[in-house]
């Protein structure tokens, strides 16, 4: 397979995008500490509920699914502070 100028940009291009947006994350991360550690916290919380014995009667099943949206709207609200 040959490169020509062709696929040389569409490479730049794409890397220049993916840049930008890890940049992007990166500052809105800053802008919103309490945010950022927010979503820490609820990670650490899952990953406790992860390696916790199994029998709870449902219950850490759901706690860990309720952890997932609870992760998902404090990035949505990230995302609408911005």
């Known amino acids: 397979m040959k490169f020509n100028i062709a696929h040389l940009l569409l490479a730049f291009t794409v890397g220049i995008m993916v840049s ?3 940049l992007a994350g990166h500052l809105q ?3 919103q500490p309490h945010m950022v550690n927010a979503i820490e916290n ?3 919380a899952r990953h406790q509920l992860e390696i916790a014995r199994e029998d709870k009667g449902g ?3 759901r706690a860990m699914g309720i952890i997932d949206n609870a992760i998902d ?6 995302a609408a502070g911005d």
Do not use: D, P, Q, T
Request: charge should be positive.
């Open 42 to 44: 609820l990670r650490a």
């Open 59 to 61: 219950h850490r099943v």
């Open 29 to 31: 991360a800053a802008n």
């Open 73 to 78: 709207e404090v990035k949505a609200g990230m």
């Open 20 to 22: 930008s947006g890890v």
